[in-house]
T-cell receptor
């Protein structure tokens, strides 16, 4: 149990376009989902926390108008990178917290975004 | 506030040798501590976690970690390294407050030579 999927696993887009990344909890309800960004050979940096049915909370320095997060249901959160630029190229990882757990997160396999 | 420090960005061992990856934490509340492993181009996989039960925690793939409050440490060990253990390892800390995200260390790359 506790499987989190991400789609797509890899996406290439042109500069100026928008890309949507989906994060799904497959076999549990997730009241909270987190979005992380990871640069090559670096640690995960938290971008935002999203709770089902409410607006996401963004970390300092993360542009909320550029990285749109929607958490419409207990099993789905989406991250949309708007007007993508090459510097947005990165590995984006989501995680989900079970409804019945206060501390443990389950991670998706990540989405590699390349902006050309 | 919470933070994690992983000592050594790169650790190299020979196959069969002891693996020791260091992690120190800072937390104003009782911490929940985690070790994750990441293989190239993959997401994070949980190795083990400390949740205030036993201080010696056993995880998958023969790894274990010991929570030492006096030293604020949660070092990861494995008695005998395998080639397949080569990966990136992350230590992370969280509080038990609902909605709190994980705080990650910078990671340690483990290389295993034959």
């Amino acid at each position: 149990g506790a499987v989190v999927s991400q789609h797509p696993s890899w996406v290439i887009c042109k500069s100026g376009t928008s890309v949507k990344i989906e994060c799904r909890s497959l076999d549990f309800q997730a009241t909270t989902m987190f979005w992380y960004r990871q640069f090559p050979k670096q640690s995960l940096m938290l971008m935002a926390t999203s709770n089902e049915g409410s607006k996401a909370t963004y970390e300092q320095g993360v542009e909320k108008d550029k990285f749109l997060i929607n958490h419409a249901s207990l099993t789905l959160s989406t991250l949309t990178v708007t007007s993508a630029h090459p510097e947005d190229s990165s590995f984006y990882i989501c995680s989900a917290r079970r409804k019945d757990s206060s501390y443990e997160q389950y991670f998706g396999p990540g989405t590699r975004l390349t902006v050309t | 506030a919470q933070s994690v420090t992983q000592l050594g960005s790169h650790v190299s061992v020979s196959e069969g040798a002891l693996v020791l990856l260091r992690c120190n934490y800072s937390s104003s509340v009782p911490p929940y501590l985690f070790w994750y492993v990441q293989y190239p181009n993959q997401g994070l996989q949980l190795l083990l976690k400390y949740t205030s039960a036993a201080t010696l925690v056993k995880g998958i793939n023969g790894f274990e970690a010991e929570f030492k409050k006096s030293e604020t440490s949660f070092h990861l060990t494995k008695p005998s390294a395998h080639m397949s253990d080569a990966a990136e390892y992350f230590c992370a800390v969280s509080s038990n407050q609902a909605g709190t995200a994980l705080i990650f260390g910078k990671g340690t790359t483990l290389s295993v030579s034959s």
